[in-house]
């Protein structure tokens, strides 16, 4: 079975390089001197951009009507993208809630990868971190997930394996949480859980992440205070997990 990312916006091939596009909006929001360089001539031959003899003499480089259409659709397939990216985000998080942990979306938190001499720190940026609501260190049970809505942004995150070490540096489990139909569970790494988000608004579990017991580093505990997290269920059924016979000792 192929996966492919559906269509959004149909753009004329060379203005859907991220390289193009970039040098477009560039000449977009400058007055437009020219590079003379072979991205700029290949815009001009596609007749996204086009030269303009100013009255001094010299010429300057303007976007055409064709260029600022090719700007319109990429940023409207980036909308829709991170419309789509933000609602499921919000769903996992609201789900990690209403099982009773504590969550938080959009964390930067610094995780060191590597050992020895190879050992850095980077940034690692969840798209929902939480723990357990407890009072007990052993029981918190850190978890990341991670979104993914397109199977370029999938394969993109995929080929940097030191965001996945940063993951797990800061998480007992890992998921990864994809739009139904982008990929295979099998086409993530076995240390990371796989769930599918369904069009009718379901997490389908098609791969548990292997829990590993840990404890959060201070740097984390210093985030974690400075952040805001997602809004906790109300009423009923926010009684019905502050605790009963199974959550005895855990509390």
């Not at 859907?16 to 437009?32: D, K, M, T």
């Not at 001499?117 to 997930?145: C, G, K, N, Q």
């Not at 739009?179 to 240390?191: F, L, R, S, T, Y």
């Not at 548990?208 to 017991?213: C, D, K, N, S, T």
Request: hydrophobic share 45%; charged share 25%; aromatic share 6%.
């Amino acid at each position: 079975m192929a996966f492919v990312d559906p269509p959004v916006a149909v753009l004329p091939p060379l203005a859907g390089s991220a390289v193009h596009q970039r040098r477009l909006r560039e000449v977009w929001r400058s007055a437009g001197w020219p590079c003379q360089d072979l991205v700029e001539a290949e815009l001009l031959a596609a007749g996204l951009l086009e030269r303009v003899r100013q009255p001094s003499g010299h010429e300057t480089l303007r976007v055409t009507d064709a260029g600022v259409a090719a700007l319109a659709g990429t940023l409207q397939r980036n909308r829709l993208r991170r419309d789509a990216h933000e609602a499921l985000v919000e769903r996992v998080a609201r789900e990690m809630a209403r099982a009773g942990r504590i969550a938080w979306r959009g964390l930067g938190l610094r995780a060191q990868v590597g050992e020895g001499e190879t050992a850095r720190w980077v940034v690692a940026m969840p798209d929902v971190f939480s723990i357990r609501h407890t009072t007990v260190e052993d029981y918190l049970e850190p978890v990341a997930h991670e979104i993914k809505v397109t199977r370029a942004d999938l394969l993109s995150d995929l080929r940097h394996p030191h965001k996945r070490h940063a993951y797990r540096a800061l998480a007992g489990q890992c998921w990864y949480v994809l739009k139904a139909g982008i990929a295979a569970a099998d086409e993530v790494p076995a240390e990371f859980g796989v769930m599918f988000a369904l069009p009718g608004g379901e997490l389908d579990v098609a791969r548990p992440a292997p829990p590993r017991a840990m404890r959060l580093p201070l740097g984390t505990w210093m985030a974690l205070a400075r952040a805001t997290p997602e809004p906790g269920p109300e009423g009923e059924e926010a009684q019905a997990w502050l605790g009963g016979p199974a959550e005895e000792g855990k509390s």
